[in-house]
Each structure stands twice: as structure tokens, then as C-alpha cells.
């Protein structure tokens, strides 16, 4: 499979106003990530996740190392819009990213940008919303949708430029649980049927563990990397870095604490259910 | 209490009104206002009148959300009518006692007057109340163009609105969410003299701004990741075109036009 974003020996620093000293983020930092692939980054607060994202599509530049988006190098600003076109990125807070006061000129807003004619920005705008299952609110003003609903929109805004990849930075942590799922549902379904490479960056590993890769950032540097399966497995690891492994992994970890022996990877209900109910 | 405040509200409907081009209810608006200042005479303020009236007819309006636009203008037209009735010089007096005279002219000259803003306020309502924020943002952009060969920032100015118009609701929800919140904490904003009210208000105003400033920022992040950059070989989905209707009202706002000119060439 193709590349979508390679990192190479990143380093990358806030700087520090007048005389506090800048915050240094990562100082060697090396992944790639496949064409096609679901990755979920996870990680404690303050560990770069959000940095990293940011590196994917230009909006911060490295310090030190290189990133290559679809080969670009991320610093190359002659082919900015094209980097930007192809890296699509939806934030946590959905009202902060919508910008226009129709859902559907919102959808509009980013292929209107690239300079597309008429005819096929309404192709666009309303497969999009179609995909995000969202077509029937499309004369609606964004303010009166419910954070879910506002959070697919974003997304059709997103997918309206037709991406090859969508980086999303925490989309689920403002909703509630039928916000969270209905996300999800679209993020899963963008990435099956349209080959997107999706990045998640979340706080929940419920999400995290329907992604085909995990990554673990602590401190600037990656922790674990594998499967969800590989890296949930690893309980005692992720708890030194103040991190949780999914309820189903955390429930045979404790019962495995008292003597029983359950495998660590069973990761969705159904499945953690048979193991136990085996070993008893 | 401030999920009552509307700007630029906006009645959806699908008249002809509705349905004609935003520049074309501008344009034709500019030709109204200029006919009602060229108008000397009743005769021609009906004229004026029998315009409006059927634009009004035409929209499915109702004549009860436009007087309840006009209200908080009130103050502004009383104090016209009073200024005007007390300072115009006449020769039929009608009333003069100490240093105040009232004339026959004057009296006439207020009438005039407060009629005029009337229209003219009731015609910019029927304009907003008819179309959409975004498709009048749109016009303006539009009719504004040939400023840009200037470096007037048309597209700029455009996409502010927008921005603002959008925020709007955003930001009167945050400001329910804080006033809740300091109410919650003991803040009273309704009781107390003026100046303690206007006081009350600083822990409202701190917040709402710092708040509002975090949420440019992100806006800004998120604008750059969908490729925005400036108005610069930027297209729109909803091209704005002439259609035979645009034709047809600007036909009636030129007649308008023509006709009070008439009027005041014969002195009606």
C-alpha cells in the first residue's frame, strides 16, 4: 500500500514569549501512516497529539525533521492548497469551524475556495451531505442542529473537497453519547467504502479500539504502536503512562489479577463475554 | 430574555419579491428612496405610497410585522415632527404665544416629513424581511465589485458579515451560559441603581470577549485547513443571475422614478 503522511525525525517547539523559554513538543519523532488506513492516536493531555495533527496538513511547520504529505514536503508553501486539499481536518469544537449561517453554503465553503465551478460544487455539496446522512437539513441554520448533527457537517465540509485523508482532533470529546456514536457510525463508514485514510485522535478508547492501528504518543515520543489488540493487551504499560486500556481488556486484567487466566485482547463485548464464560 | 433579539430577520416565503435577485431589490430600493426625496407634493408621496403598497401586497408580508418594525423608530419620528412643526418660518400662524409660533407651513412640512421616513423605513424593512442574510451579503459583494479595482476589500467586507451574521446566535447563547453562571454565583443584574446595573455587566463582558477571541482563533485554524485564501480565485455555488422578473422590477422602479420626476417638473 501507498503512503499517506511519513514523519521523519520530527522536532518541533512553541515558542516562548519575550522571556519565557519555548515549549519543547517533540524532539525525535518518526511514524508513517498507510493510504486507507484507520489510526487512532492516543494519548495523555499535553503529549502532542493535537501538535502532531497539525503537522499532517501544514497549519504548524516543523523545527527540526521533515514531513511528507503524498510526498510533499509540508514545508514546500508553493503547494500549500494542494497539501490542504488532500489533508481535510475537523476540530472538537464544532461551532468554531462552521463558517457560513446555511449548513449547506457552509458544505460549500471549501470547494468554493478551490476555485470550483458551480455546477459541480452542488455535485459536491450534496454527495457530501448525502454521506454524512445530513441531505435533508441542508437549508437549515447550523445553530439550531444538535452537537452531533454539527459535528457530521463539519465533516461533510471536509469531505466536500475530496480528501484523501481526514484528520479528526478529538471530534467526539463536546457530544453526548448519540452525538459521540453517530460520528463515529460516518467517520467508520468514510474510511470502509471511500478508502479515506481516517486519523482519530480521542480520549475514549472505545473509539480508538475500532481503528485498524493504534498509536500511543507520551511525551513527545510514540509509547505502544500495533493493532488495538497488541496494544490494549499491554495494560500495565499504558496505565505507567496514565492511560486506560477499553472496559472489556480492563475487566479481564482484574479478573486475571484473581487467578484467572483471560486473554487480554478480546476487545468488544460479545467476545470478552464468550472468553470468560469459557474459563469459568 | 436574549433569545428575543433578532437582526435582520427574515421571513421565508417564495413571492415574487422573494424570489427576485438580491442586487435587483437593492438597486430598486436606491430608486425608491431617491423618488420619495424627489417627491414635493401629495400627489406624489401616493404615488410613492401606491409603490410600496403593492410591493408589500405582492410579498405576502404581513402589514403587522411592518408597524412592528416601525415602533422603536417612534421616538426618532416625534422628535422630527416636533423640531419641524416649532422651526420652519411660515405665514399662516397658527398658534403664537411667548417665543414658540406654529405655522401652517410648519405643521404641513412635519406631516411631510414623518411620512417620508415611514416609507422609507417600511421599504428597508420589506427588503430584509424578504431576503435572506446570506443571499443580501451576497448582492452587496456583488453590486460592490467594481470597488475592487479600487482595493476596496469587497470580498473582505462580504465575508465579515458573514462571519458575523453567523456568530451571532453562537455568541447570544454564550452570553445566556455566562450570565447564568454568575447568577448561580450570587451576581444580581436587575436590581440596583444604574451605574451598579452597568457594573454588573463587566464579569459578562470580560468572558464573552476572551471567549470570543479564543473562537476567532480557532474559526481562523479551521478556515485555513479548508483552503481558504482570501477572495482571490475564489468561486461561489449560487451564481447570482438576472432573470426576467429582475427585468420586469426594474421596468417598475424606473416608471416610479420617471413619474414623480413629471409630477415635479409640472410642480405636483
Same mark, same amino acid.
Given at each position: ?46 503529549? %502532542? ?15 527540526? %525533521? ?173 496505565? #505507567? ?40 | ?25 437593492? !438597486? ?17 408621496? !401616493? ?46 400662524? !397658527? ?34 424581511? +424578504? ?26 467586507? #462580504? ?21 447564568? #453562571? ?18 454588573? !455587566? ?59 420626476? +413629471? ?6
Amino acid at each position: 500500500m501507498s503512503e499517506a503522511i511519513r514523519v521523519e525525525h520530527l522536532a518541533y517547539e512553541y515558542p516562548g514569549v519575550e522571556d519565557t523559554p519555548g515549549v519543547a513538543v517533540f524532539k525525535d519523532l518518526s511514524l508513517s501512516l498507510e493510504q486507507g488506513s484507520f489510526v487512532a492516536v492516543l494519548g495523555g493531555n499535553g503529549c %502532542g497529539k493535537s501538535t502532531l495533527a497539525k503537522h499532517f496538513n501544514s497549519i504548524l511547520l516543523p523545527c527540526g %525533521g521533515k514531513v511528507y504529505v503524498y510526498g510533499i514536503d509540508s514545508a514546500n508553501e508553493d503547494r500549500l492548497i494542494q497539501i490542504r486539499r488532500s489533508v481535510g481536518m475537523v476540530f472538537q469544537n464544532p461551532d468554531n469551524q462552521i463558517v457560513a449561517n446555511v449548513v449547506e453554503e457552509d458544505v460549500a465553503f471549501g470547494p468554493e475556495n478551490l476555485g470550483i465551478a458551480a455546477p459541480e460544487i452542488r455535485n459536491r455539496v450534496d454527495k457530501a451531505l448525502r454521506q454524512v446522512d445530513m441531505y435533508d437539513y441542508r437549508e437549515h441554520a447550523p445553530h439550531l442542529l444538535s452537537g452531533g448533527q454539527k459535528q457530521r457537517i463539519a465533516i461533510a465540509g471536509v469531505i466536500a473537497m475530496e480528501p484523501k485523508c481526514i484528520v479528526l482532533d478529538e471530534p467526539t470529546a463536546m457530544l453526548d453519547p448519540k452525538g459521540r456514536r453517530e460520528v463515529m457510525d460516518t467517520i467508520l463508514r468514510l474510511n470502509r467504502e471511500k478508502g479515506i485514510t481516517v486519523v482519530l485522535i480521542t480520549h475514549h478508547m472505545e473509539e480508538a479500539a475500532q481503528a485498524q492501528r493504534v498509536i500511543v504518543l507520551h511525551k513527545g515520543e510514540v509509547a505502544l504502536d500495533g493493532c488495538p489488540e497488541q496494544v490494549f493487551s499491554q495494560i500495565e504499560k499504558l496505565h #505507567a503512562i496514565g492511560l486506560a486500556a477499553p472496559e472489556t481488556a480492563e475487566l479481564c486484567y482484574a479478573l486475571n489479577k484473581e487467578g484467572f487466566s483471560l486473554p487480554l485482547d478480546k476487545l468488544d463485548i460479545d467476545s470478552c463475554a464468550d472468553a470468560i464464560l469459557k474459563s469459568i | 430574555m436574549l433569545k428575543d433579539i433578532t437582526l435582520g430577520q427574515y421571513f421565508p416565503g417564495t413571492s415574487f419579491i422573494h424570489r427576485l435577485d438580491p442586487r435587483t431589490k437593492l !438597486l430598486v430600493l436606491i430608486v425608491y428612496i431617491v423618488a420619495l426625496f424627489v417627491a414635493k407634493t401629495w400627489v406624489s408621496y !401616493l404615488v410613492c405610497l401606491a409603490f410600496l403598497a403593492l410591493c408589500i401586497a405582492i410579498s405576502t408580508i404581513s402589514l403587522k410585522s411592518i408597524f412592528r418594525g416601525l415602533k422603536p423608530l417612534v421616538f426618532i419620528l416625534v422628535f422630527t415632527g416636533v423640531l419641524n412643526i416649532f422651526l420652519t418660518d411660515g405665514e399662516t400662524v !397658527l398658534v403664537k404665544w411667548w417665543i414658540i409660533t406654529i405655522t401652517l407651513e410648519g405643521v404641513v412640512r412635519a406631516v411631510y416629513m414623518i411620512v417620508r421616513i415611514m416609507m422609507l423605513v417600511s421599504a428597508t424593512f420589506l427588503l430584509t424581511y +424578504t431576503t435572506s442574510p446570506i443571499s443580501l451579503t451576497d448582492g452587496l459583494e456583488s453590486l460592490l465589485s467594481p470597488l475592487k479595482k479600487l482595493h476596496f476589500p469587497v470580498h473582505e467586507l #462580504a465575508m465579515m458579515m458573514c462571519i458575523a451574521l453567523r456568530f451571532i446566535p453562537t455568541l447570544i447563547e454564550e452570553t445566556d451560559k455566562i450570565m447564568s #453562571a454568575q447568577r448561580s454565583r450570587g451576581a444580581d443584574f436587575e436590581s440596583g441603581k444604574l451605574m451598579e446595573r452597568v457594573r454588573a !455587566l463587566i464579569p459578562i463582558l470580560v468572558p464573552l470577549f476572551i471567549g470570543a477571541f479564543r473562537r476567532a482563533d480557532e474559526l481562523a485554524t479551521a478556515m485555513e485547513c479548508r483552503c481558504y485564501h482570501g477572495g482571490e480565485g475564489r468561486t461561489k455555488m449560487k451564481l447570482l443571475r438576472y432573470k426576467r422578473r429582475d427585468y420586469l422590477a426594474f421596468l417598475a422602479g424606473i416608471i416610479l422614478l420617471a413619474t414623480i420626476i +413629471t409630477l415635479r417638473c409640472f410642480g405636483w
